[in-house]
């Protein structure tokens, strides 16, 4: 296939429920098995997106199912790029919330940063106050 080829893209609004992490979750490995990456990656991708968009209706939205969660994604060749966007609190310290371990929720392991960063090649995070927050992620697929 030429790189037109395999070039796509998605984009997805949904409700801020807990069940609705799998759809994103599929969709997008839907979106980047066009790159036939390896089922390693493919399974990293998908814990990537879903640990994001878990983190956007658990602490961007208090779980409040009202809300909505934006979920983009790109694939050029063998370069998938996802954004994931939530209009929520915000993250006060990025740095913190990034750091293994860390939760706002008790009852959270606070790991996914940590699994974002360690399958994904690059995590941006962009945050303000009581405006949301966007998370991109970034995997090249192996050749």
């Given amino acids: ?4 080829e395999l070039h ?12 609705n992490v799998a759809l994103a979750r599929l969709l997008v490995a839907a979106l980047a098995a066009a790159a036939d990456p390896t089922l390693a990656e493919l399974e990293e991708v998908k814990v ?13 939205y208090g779980g409040d199912a009202a809300r909505q ?7 050029d060749g063998r370069l998938l790029l996802v954004s994931v ?10 740095e913190l919330a990034m750091s293994p371990s860390y939760s706002t929720e008790e009852e959270h392991l606070g790991l996914g940063f940590a ?6 090649d690059d995590v941006q995070v962009m ?17």
């Fill in 115 to 120: 699994f974002m960063t360690g399958f994904m």
């Fill in 69 to 75: 969660v934006q979920v983009s994604a790109e694939l």
């Fill in 48 to 60: 990537a997106v879903s640990e994001a968009v878990s983190n956007a209706i658990i602490h961007g």
């Fill in 85 to 94: 966007r939530d209009e929520g609190v915000g993250i006060r310290d990025i």
């Fill in 1 to 4: 296939m030429s790189g037109q």
């Fill in 127 to 143: 945050s303000a106050s009581q405006q949301g927050t966007t998370v991109r992620l970034a995997k090249h697929f192996a050749e």
């Fill in 8 to 19: 796509n893209h998605i984009e997805l609004t949904f409700a801020a429920r807990a069940e």
